[in-house]
Every structure is written in structure tokens, then in C-alpha cells.
């Protein structure tokens, strides 16, 4: 019988074999790549004994037509109540109300980890010699930084209260014709993401962590994050870790942090890329560094994504490219980003073997050259299909 999955005191997962997990379809192509990964899903769960209870909520375009809201507050409680959930793209709308609806989920559930794994299929075109040497992943810190969304519009009187006081208070001389963002960062978001990050490198067998900041020239929020990374790792993770300063560069058998500018990371993992292993990052970085990397594995249309928040349990796993609305009904679209975020789902839940399953006939569904559209123009010999016909092939190989 299907129930909900819950939080232990001790802080673990309890995990049903049939839990109700919520989702989105998602805009656009939602329609086309949801079922397409609900049937891997589904076919893999079922391989190792386990079954999803699906329950459907709205958001986004859909949510909008039906109820006349964005992100209703129905759709925000089921996520809460059921800790796990996915979801396919979703339409930010334009011209005022929420920034972005994934930004809005982020924020209300305090999932303050963009947990990002970039890694190359074998046989997926690639614009860059070696892609094999991409295996990273990202710990992005998701609800601080320039996405706060603490800005004030240029000529609003509000804004020309906060250039005056900035102006007597601090001395700040800023032109009267200028917009202004803050960017928060706290000590406690960083220390929280920084902290998942060695965790999971320690849970893993990962070598390092890099931290990447703009700390040079952000010296108090950028660099205070820097700071406050090397703090962590003395406080609470000598056993397992240590700073590079700290062992000029040779850890021994403990986990690496060290530390990158965040314009020279994105010089070295493409030129240096098997010299990163765990990145641990802020908001905006994280975002720049995620999409930098995902094309040189093969482009976003397969990169998956997780938000979570490992106190409370709560994580939703995500396609992490657009809507394509033009593509939308054609049955035509790559289903690999949903498909992969629902492996990241599979290993969130314990569910590992099924997880592996799905990779496993996802790398020899590619390898035999069945592909969709996007893969096969660049692939010589390739077999081109359809979405769905892409998932069948998959789940024929599990």
C-alpha cells in the first residue's frame, strides 16, 4: 500500500517500497518528456520490487490556466508534506509576480542545495577532445546571493532614499541613474552548503573539494565564504578533511578543500577538468559553472538537477533546461534531464541499484546509436527517434 515518505528523529529517510511522490509535468515540452521518464522510472522501481504512487500538482503555465495562479499554495504543501517530489520545466512568467517559479520553490522550502552531476555518456557528441574527464559535481548554493531578489528599480523613490542613505551613511557615491541589488551571504547558508558538500564527498569516496568564489574582489561576502569554508573544515571535519593550506596541497587519505577564483575555474575545467572532483559554490557561480560544464558533456537537454535540504529531508528534482514551447507535442524532445534527475531521485531514496539500472540502459541505448534528434544530427550512423520511442528503448535495455 502506497504512503507517504517521513523524516526520522535520527535525521535519515524512511522510505517506503511504494511512496507517493508528487510531481509536476511541466510546461512546453513537459508534456512530451514527462511520461517518457515516468516510464523509465516506473519500469526500474518495478525491477527491484519497489513502485511510485504518482500524484500530480500544478505549477506554471498549466497551474495558471486552470486555477489563475502560478504557483499555487496546494502544489507548495504537497511538496512539503511528501519531502520528495520532480518536476519537469516551468514557465517563469512575464512581467511581474514571482522572478521564477523554481527560484520561488527554492526559497519557500529552504532547499538550499542545487546538487548538480556533471558526467559524460559513453558515444554522446561532445564539442571538446576528452568529456570522459568531466565527472563533477556541483553543490550550489541555492537561496542567497544576487537570486534573493533584493533589488530596487532605477528612478523609484525608494531607490533614491537608498542611494542618499548609502551615500551619508557609508560614503558610497553611486550615479543617481542606477538600479541596485544586495547580495547577501551569511555565514550560515555557506557554512550549510560547504558542510553537504564534504559530507557527500565523504559518503562518495570523492578526493576534493573546491570551494569558487570571486573573493578577490568580493572580499566580504565572496571571500567571507572562502573564509568561512576553511573555518568549517578545522571545526568540524579535521577527522576527515583538511584545508590546503593546512597540508601545503597533500591531504594524505583525507578529503582536499581548497579553493579556486571563479574566472579561472571556468578557464580549468575545460582545460584541467580531472582536477575537480566535489565544487562547492555560491549562487550565481553555481549557476554559471553548471551550464559552462554541461555542454562539454553533451549539452543541458541531459543534464539533471536536485534542490534540497538535507536537515529537513526535503529535496525536488528537476529538468534543468527550458519549456521549448515550439517543440512542445511533437514527441520530439531529448527526455534525458527529467530521466537522469529521477535517477538522482532513485539514489536520494536508497533506491541505488535501480538507479545504476537506468544509467546502465541510458549509456547502452546511446552507444547502440539510438537517439533523438538533437544527438543524431551531430552522431554519424545514428538511428534518430522519437521521445517515447527513446524511453522504450531504454526500459528494453534495463
Known amino acids: 500500500m502506497a504512503s507517504k515518505i517521513t523524516m526520522s528523529p535520527q535525521g535519515d529517510l524512511n522510505v517506503p517500497d511504494e511512496p507517493i511522490i508528487p510531481f509536476i509535468r511541466g510546461d512546453g515540452t513537459g508534456i512530451d518528456i514527462w511520461p517518457a521518464a515516468q516510464l523509465v522510472m516506473d519500469a526500474a522501481a518495478v525491477k527491484y520490487g ?18 489563475g495562479e502560478w504557483l499555487p499554495q496546494e502544489t507548495v504543501d504537497a511538496f512539503a508534506d511528501h519531502l520528495i517530489g520532480i518536476k519537469g520545466p516551468l514557465t517563469t512568467p512575464v512581467g511581474g509576480g514571482i522572478r521564477s517559479l523554481n527560484v520561488a520553490l527554492r526559497q519557500i522550502l529552504d532547499l538550499y542545495v542545487c546538487l548538480r552531476p ?15 574527464k568531466v565527472d563533477m559535481v556541483i553543490f550550489r548554493e541555492n537561496t542567497e546571493d544576487v537570486y534573493a ?3 530596487v528599480e532605477e528612478g523609484k523613490p525608494e531607490t533614491e532614499r537608498l542611494i542618499k542613505f548609502l551615500s551619508d551613511e ?9 538600479g541596485i541589488g544586495i547580495k547577501p551571504v ?21 578526493k576534493s573539494v573546491t570551494m569558487v568564489h570571486k573573493g578577490n574582489i568580493q572580499k566580504f561576502t565572496e571571500g567571507a565564504f572562502r573564509k568561512w569554508g576553511y573555518d568549517l573544515v578545522r571545526d568540524e571535519f579535521s577527522d576527515i578533511a583538511v584545508g590546503w593550506d593546512d597540508c601545503d ?33 555560491t549562487n550565481l557561480n553555481g549557476d554559471y559553472l553548471s551550464d559552462a560544464l554541461a555542454a562539454q558533456v553533451g549539452g543541458i537537454g541531459i543534464a539533471p538537477g536536485g534542490n534540497i535540504n538535507y536537515v529537513t529531508g526535503h529535496g525536488v528534482f528537476e529538468a534543468t533546461h527550458g519549456t521549448a514551447p515550439k517543440y512542445a507535442g511533437q514527441d520530439k524532445v531529448n527526455p534525458g534531464s527529467v ?13 541505488q541499484d535501480a538507479a545504476d539500472n537506468i544509467v546502465s540502459a541510458l549509456e547502452a541505448t546511446i552507444a547502440d546509436k539510438v537517439v533523438t534528434y538533437d ?18 528503448e531504454i526500459v528494453s535495455r534495463l
Open 149 to 151: 531578489g533584493l533589488e
Open 249 to 281: 596541497g597533500k591531504p594524505g587519505d583525507k578529503i582536499l578543500v581548497k579553493d579556486s577564483i571563479a574566472d579561472i575555474t571556468l578557464q580549468q575545467v575545460l582545460t584541467r577538468p580531472d582536477e575537480f572532483d566535489v565544487i562547492a559554490t
Open 339 to 351: 530521466i537522469l534527475s529521477g535517477v538522482m531521485m532513485f539514489e536520494h531514496l536508497g533506491w
Open 118 to 132: 556533471v558526467r559524460w555518456f559513453k558515444g554522446v557528441p561532445s564539442p571538446v577532445k576528452h568529456p570522459e
Open 186 to 206: 551569511s555565514a550560515t547558508g555557506s557554512k550549510r552548503l560547504i558542510r553537504a558538500a564534504i559530507e557527500y564527498a565523504d559518503r562518495r569516496g570523492r
Open 375 to 392: 544527438f543524431a544530427r551531430l552522431m554519424e550512423g545514428a538511428k534518430e527517434v522519437s521521445c517515447s520511442r527513446f524511453a522504450e
Open 50 to 67: 519497489k513502485a511510485i504512487e504518482w500524484k500530480e500538482v500544478l505549477a506554471g503555465q498549466a497551474a495558471f490556466d486552470q486555477v
Open 170 to 178: 557609508m560614503g558610497w557615491k553611486i550615479r543617481p541613474d542606477s
